[in-house]
């Protein structure tokens, strides 16, 4: 089995950007424990940082054509973006959002996600290990 896993905007930033709100973990941090986590489960884990909505769009399009299972932080595109939305529908690819913070205890504008309705389901407020949740899902819920 192969999962994508699609990090949002400014996501390449981690470990250094509000480290009070997100951590000291670096997103190669968390590319590194998802290969290994992944090796562990037997599946391939494919991860990728993109800034732009349009290029998350194509990536998760080229996705459809190769992977079981999508893993996505939209990051601040989770509340905004109705072409990732649309684009996770179209695939139909088992998607699982995934946050590092809990949205829910923070702003009230990171309440609402254009994401969560078309995802499978949602992981959240457990830092580096919501991503860890969502791969162990992911295999599971997977072709």
Known sequence: M???VLHG???NLL???EPEVYGSTTLADIDAMLQEEGKRLGVEVRALQL???GALVTAIQEAAAWAGALIINPAA???TSVALRDAIA???LPTIEVHLSNV???EEFRHHSYIT???AGLICGFGIDSYRLALIAATRMGT
């Open 2 to 4: 192969k999962i994508m």
């Open 9 to 11: 905007p400014n996501l």
């Open 15 to 17: 470990g250094t950007r």
């Open 51 to 53: 800034n732009s909505e």
């Open 77 to 79: 595109y989770t509340h």
């Open 90 to 92: 179209a695939v139909a």
């Open 104 to 106: 829910f205890a923070r």
């Open 117 to 119: 309705p078309v995802a």
